[in-house]
């Protein structure tokens, strides 16, 4: 069955570390999404990429990076200097304009 | 960024009742959605809105494209314990990109 991947479900990270979060989709989407969401304010975007080696910054994107090397993959690492990166993250892809999102189960970020 | 107003913020109700939620914005947009999210998941979609004034329904569910573009509301009707969730609508501008609502919590009481 078609759909997106994101591993792991649970990720614990030190403070200073570096981290990535994989997503994988086999929907032959070209489009794909990271969202961050905390509780209480609905989902904001971090980075989305519209084509393979293409990718723009979304509204809340210092602190993160990507990469879009292969249609199917877009990484997301969360780098040290993200200040709170304890989060809900969401991975999304999709088909074209106006098909809407599809997301993937999400990756718990949290920082001991 | 761009968010949406959604309202209400969370809701607490019988089963069997029925619910409605709505969402506003400044801007237009030419397609809003509608999707649920169960806990620990990625959200669902479950209605997509194109035209101004349409007026959309997938079982229990109706959601409607306000005549303004600038607006949006779902119903459920009958409500079950299964429609427990969080509920976000969302905006859809250029690149493809969607704008969130900060979603309605809805609590079923048995």
């Known amino acids: 069955d078609g759909g997106i991947t994101q591993s792991p479900k649970y990720l614990f990270r030190k403070e200073g570390q570096n981290v990535t979060l994989s997503c994988e989709q086999n929907?032959?989407?070209?489009?794909m999404y990271w969202y961050r969401q905390d509780p209480g304010q609905g989902l904001r975007l971090i980075y989305y990429?519209?084509?393979?080696?293409?990718?723009q910054k979304g509204d809340i994107a210092e602190g993160y990076s990507v990469s879009r090397e292969k249609k199917e993959s877009f990484p997301l690492t969360v780098t040290s200097a993200q200040k709170n990166p304890t989060a809900f993250y969401l991975c999304a892809s999709t088909k074209g304009f106006n098909y809407g999102y599809t997301f993937g189960s999400g990756t718990r970020l949290t920082v001991v | 960024g761009q968010q949406l107003n959604q309202s209400p913020q969370s809701m607490f109700i019988q089963e069997g009742e029925d619910v409605s939620m709505n969402c506003t914005s400044s801007s237009i947009f030419n397609t809003w959605l509608w999707y649920k999210q169960e806990p620990g998941e990625g959200p669902v979609l479950l209605i997509a809105?194109?035209?101004?004034?349409e007026l959309t329904s997938n079982g229990r569910l109706t959601a409607q494209f306000g005549i303004t573009r600038k607006d949006s509301f779902l119903n459920i009707s009958a409500s079950i314990p299964s429609d427990v969730g969080i509920y976000f609508c969302?905006?859809?501008?250029?690149?493809?990109?969607?704008?969130f609502g900060q979603g309605t919590r809805l609590t079923i009481n048995p």
């Open positions: 990429s519209q084509i393979v080696n293409d990718f």
């Open positions: 809105l194109y035209k101004a004034g």
């Open positions: 929907l032959n989407h070209d489009a």
């Open positions: 969302a905006g859809q501008e250029g690149a493809q990109k969607l704008v």
